[in-house]
């Protein structure tokens, strides 16, 4: 289907007078940026060296976040862990204007966290063993 500007504009406008409930996983997605320089001697793998790093909502969050990016009012219905991962979630959703006092706070369980490993332009993924 090929979407026309003016009907672009059209739905983005009907969805900035909507209230959206994103219902799902809710996760933060941490990016570990670095550099490589060498080879490990013990394995034919990259070393990375650490420069810095970034969160940003992921999952049904980051559903969320994109669409109040577009103007509409979004809330979260889901759980994170009573954690310091799950607070930082909140927060970064908070200044995102997402509300997210739908989000509940789990003891036993903790929010989930999706790690990437990037260097020069690339994720580099951990041997699971499998």
Not at 102 to 127: I, M, N
């Amino acid at each position: 289907m090929n979407l026309k500007k003016k009907r672009a504009a059209q739905v983005l406008e009907l969805a900035a007078q909507s209230n959206i409930v994103v219902i799902g996983d809710m996760m933060l997605d941490q990016f570990i940026w670095g550099d490589v320089n060498r080879i490990s001697p013990e394995a034919p793998v990259p070393v990375v060296d650490f420069v810095r790093e970034s969160f940003m909502p992921g999952g049904a969050a980051n559903v969320a976040r994109n669409l109040a990016e577009l103007g509409v009012k979004t809330s979260l219905l889901g759980a994170v862990g009573k954690d310091e991962w799950g607070r930082h979630l909140k927060t970064l959703l908070a200044g995102q204007n997402v509300d997210c006092s739908g989000l509940v706070e789990l003891r036993h369980r903790p929010t989930s966290v999706k790690t990437r490993v990037v260097a020069h332009q690339q994720q580099f993924y951990p041997d699971t063993g499998e």
